[in-house]
Every structure is written in structure tokens, then in C-alpha cells.
């Protein structure tokens, strides 16, 4: 590893620099253009490339192409062209602490489990963690708890690089079989692995470190974490959106998911009562129908399809109505269920599809479906359509 051109090495505060451009060619993504020496970190051990500015031209990505460090730009920069280089600190210090925070809770898992880190992606949000066993979420909370412990202890996060039979002897983790000269990262009480990012200086930098899911994968657990920065605005979302559910169910910030559990379970009570209700009234209604109504149509609420069809069956066979057309109103229009004794109602399909975009079929006897419209018009094409049908 030549760390003397790659200063970031030397010091990972660095965000500015001045250098010379030595090559600049155009790539798949852009301008590849490499400095005699940079700042700017290539993507690597998880870590994303750096993004920033050299002179004025934007850098999108930086990458290690061939052993040199490419910085990839929509713009080129001659060779010799004298450069200052900025990097995009905030970005930077963001992906520091996650990289620095996963080494942390890695290397707690490791050390209370014994497993293994064995997927790792730094994303836009959150860093997502793959672990070679079983976890559960008490398991996770204890893991996240120690971490942060080792935050409070401000350990430093020490860098070295021992000799060959140094590290024979040492036991440190590692993603991949190392060659040559190995990079390793300590953070005393948490952790040793071989990595080649950027690091903070101390734990304490890292701020907070918050596991926010789990889930169990073939071969173990997959879970998501985010640190610093994102730590503290991931609370500040949860908290925002606990407290408006506080406030909206005057509950305590403590007891909103009791408070929850509690609305669920009374509206599903008076769901089940208003069923009760508009049963009874069509149980009511059905007294009143003529004998022989030749089209009966009737809109309601709050009662499933099912119900809908032992409803019209109930007006045809014990009112002998030629057709029976009973809607309720739901979540995409209205539903409806009709049947007939002799009327052909595949047309009728056909024509409310058409006339209400509606979605729907069936057999010559009963059609169902759901459509969107007013209850006059639907009911003045159903008079029209059963008047036609009796004429011929
Ligand atoms: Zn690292």
C-alpha cells in the first residue's frame, strides 16, 4: 500500500489539498483523472468513493483503477494543470462514523456470539449488516448497548501495521484472505479487523449508534444500523412521529402502541356492530318488498359481497323479483352482486362495465363486480335495461 501519495492515510481530517494533474482520460462514467497526490478516499472496504471538487470541477465518484486513484468528473482537467482539491467533509465525516460505528458493533457480535460479519453495505441511509448466526432482538439491543458504552469511553481508534509475525499471532477479523503489507483497525474493548477505510479518531465521535430491524436470513440474521449524524435525525423522526400519535390519541409517549392496540380493537367492535345494524334492516326492508318487483336495486354500506349475494338471493326467491341488484359502497367504488330468475344478465355486465368503468362478470344469473357512479344513473339503467328485456 503507498500511503505516501494517498494522504488521506496520513490524516483522514484532511479535507483540503493542492496537486497536479497527471493523467486525464475519458472513461465509462466520465473523466478518470489522477493527481500526483489526493485527499480523496477510492471506494473500498465498503466505504464509498469521495465526492468533492478539484479547482472548480465537480468530483462524482472516486475509484482505484489499476493500483492509481481515479477521480471521476464530467469535465477534464489537463495533465500538469496545478489543482486544489476539496473534499465534501460533511459526506466524509457521515461515512466515518458509520464505518467507524459498524467496526464497533461488528466487533461486539463477534466477541459475545462468534460470528461473523459476512455482508456489509454502506447505503444512502442506513448500513446494513449480515451476521453468521441467529440474533435475536434483545440479543441486537444488548450488542447496540455495549457499543454505545464503548462511545462513552472515548477509546481512541488505533492504526498499525504489523509485521508478518506479528500478525501470525494475532487475532483479528477479516472479510477476505490479506496479501502483502495489512492495514489493522483496533478499537480497544470492541474490536480488531484488517480494514482499509477511513476512520474517526476517537469513539466518541461516532455519537450515537442505534439498530433499527432485524431479520433472519438462510444463514443468519440480516440488520440495519446507522450512526452520528443519521443516528440523531432517525430519533428525531421517531420521536416527531410518536408524539403526533400522542397527540392524537391522548396517550402518553410512553403507552401510544397500548393506545393503538386499544383504537384497533374498538373499531373492529363497532365495525362488527354496524354489521349487526344494516343486517337487521335489510332483514326489515326484505317485509316490505313488493311480491314480484320486476327490478328491485338497492344501495347500502358496511356489509361484504357475500352478504350481498344471500341478500338478493332472499328478494328473488322468497319476493320473486325478476332481478335483484344490491350495491355497497367500499374502498374502490361500489360493489354489487345481482341476479336474476330469467333475465339474461351477461349483457347488463357488459353495459355497466362501459357506462361506469367498472370491473366485472359472471354467469347469465349473476353478475358481480365494482363500479363508480351515482345511484340514480345506475338505477335508471337498470329499469331501462330489465324494461327492454321484458319487451322482447
Ligand atoms: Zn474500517
Given amino acids: 500500500m503507498d500511503t505516501m501519495n494517498e494522504l488521506f492515510y496520513q490524516d483522514a481530517y484532511r479535507t483540503v489539498f493542492d496537486s497536479e494533474v497527471i493523467s486525464c482520460t475519458k472513461g465509462k462514467h466520465g473523466y478518470e483523472i489522477v493527481l500526483k497526490e489526493t485527499s480523496f478516499y477510492p471506494e473500498g472496504g465498503g466505504q464509498p468513493g469521495d465526492q468533492g471538487t478539484l479547482n472548480e470541477v465537480p468530483v462524482k465518484d472516486t475509484r482505484r483503477k489499476n493500483g492509481a486513484i481515479v477521480h471521476i468528473t464530467d469535465l477534464p482537467l489537463e495533465t500538469g494543470t496545478a489543482v486544489h482539491g476539496t473534499i465534501d467533509w460533511n459526506r466524509r465525516f457521515d461515512l466515518m462514523q458509520q464505518h467507524s460505528g459498524e467496526h464497533i458493533f461488528s466487533g461486539i457480535v463477534h466477541q459475545l456470539f462468534g460470528y461473523e460479519n459476512i455482508g456489509f453495505h454502506l447505503g444512502e441511509e442506513t448500513i446494513t449488516l449480515d451476521f453468521s448466526g441467529p440474533l435475536t432482538w434483545e440479543d441486537l439491543r444488548t450488542v447496540e448497548t455495549k457499543a454505545n458504552e464503548i462511545l462513552y469511553r472515548n477509546e481512541p ?46 469513539t466518541g465521535e461516532i455519537g450515537l449508534i442505534k439498530v433499527l430491524s432485524t431479520a433472519s436470513r438462510k444463514n443468519g440474521t440480516r440488520t440495519e444500523i446507522v450512526c452520528g449524524r443519521r443516528a440523531l435525525r432517525y430519533v428525531q423522526t421517531v420521536t416527531d412521529q410518536n408524539l403526533a400519535i400522542s397527540h392524537l390519541l391522548s396517550a402518553p409517549v410512553s403507552e401510544t402502541s397500548v393506545a393503538v392496540e386499544r383504537l384497533r380493537a374498538e373499531m373492529l367492535d363497532s365495525t362488527y356492530r354496524l354489521r349487526g345494524i344494516i343486517l337487521h334492516q335489510l332483514e326489515e326492508n326484505l317485509k316490505d318488498i313488493e311480491d314480484h318487483t320486476p327490478v328491485y336495486v338497492l344501495f347500502t354500506e358496511g356489509i361484504d359481497t357475500q352478504e350481498l349475494r344471500k341478500y338478493a338471493n332472499q328478494v328473488i326467491e322468497e319476493k320473486h323479483a325478476g332481478i335483484a341488484a344490491i350495491f355497497t359502497a367500499g374502498k374502490e367504488g361500489m360493489q354489487y352482486v345481482i341476479l336474476s330468475s330469467e333475465t339474461d344478465l351477461k349483457p347488463l355486465s357488459r353495459l355497466l362495465n362501459e357506462r361506469f368503468s367498472g370491473r366485472g362478470g359472471g354467469s347469465s344469473q349473476m353478475i358481480q363486480g365494482s363500479l363508480h357512479g351515482e345511484p340514480e344513473e345506475i338505477r335508471t339503467v337498470l329499469q331501462a335495461y330489465a324494461e327492454e328485456k321484458a319487451d322482447h
Avoid at 472479510?175 to 474517526?200: M, N, S, Y
Fill in 157 to 202: 481508534i488505533e492504526i498499525s501495521y504489523p509485521s508478518p509475525e506479528e500478525l501470525a499471532l494475532l487475532e483479528y477479523r477479516s472479510k477476505k484472505e490479506l496479501e502483502g503489507l495489512v492495514r489493522i483497525v483496533t478499537v480497544p474493548g470492541a474490536d480488531v479487523c484488517a480494514c482499509c477505510g477511513t476512520h474517526v479518531h476517537r
